[in-house]
Nanobody
Framework: VQLQAFGGGLVHAGGSLRLSCAASGYRFSSYITGWFRQAPGKEREFIAAIKWSGERTYYADSVKGRFTISRDNAKNTVNLQMNSLKPEDTAVYYC?????????????????WGQGTQVTVSS
């Protein structure tokens, strides 16, 4: 099982980016896929999660209303649309999968991780 996160980059405050998480070796079905981020000197922070069926999504308060998580069945990807970006959103963003299918904001409850993609928001 391998996850790859991509789509990061440099953007001005107020701008948008779209991250994607692609899986190989299995399909996302029945799993919880989450996005986390980690800024220098800080702990890994939960951002959003989605059940593969798509009927439930979860967001951290810090991104609610600005970020949208979604899945693309055909491409076997989970996407994170990030709008109205702020300098404090600067971090390495990771996607992760939790096999148990039970929503969690705790990073240690996720079983597989992608390598991370850098998002930098300039003021």
């Amino acid at each position: 099982v391998q996850l790859q996160a991509f789509g990061g980059g440099l953007v001005h405050a107020g701008g948008s980016l779209r991250l994607s998480c692609a899986a190989s070796g299995y399909r996302f079905s029945s799993y919880i896929t989450g996005w986390f981020r980690q800024a220098p000197g800080k702990e890994r922070e939960f951002i959003a999660a989605i059940k593969w069926s798509g009927e439930r999504t979860y967001y951290a308060d810090s991104v609610k209303g600005r970020f949208t998580i979604s899945r693309d069945n055909a491409k076997n990807t989970v996407n994170l649309q990030m709008n109205s970006l702020k300098p404090e959103d600067t971090a390495v963003y990771y996607c992760a999968v939790q096999r148990g299918g039970v929503f969690s904001t705790t990073a240690t409850n996720y079983d597989y991780w992608g390598q991370g993609t850098q998002v930098t928001v300039s003021s």
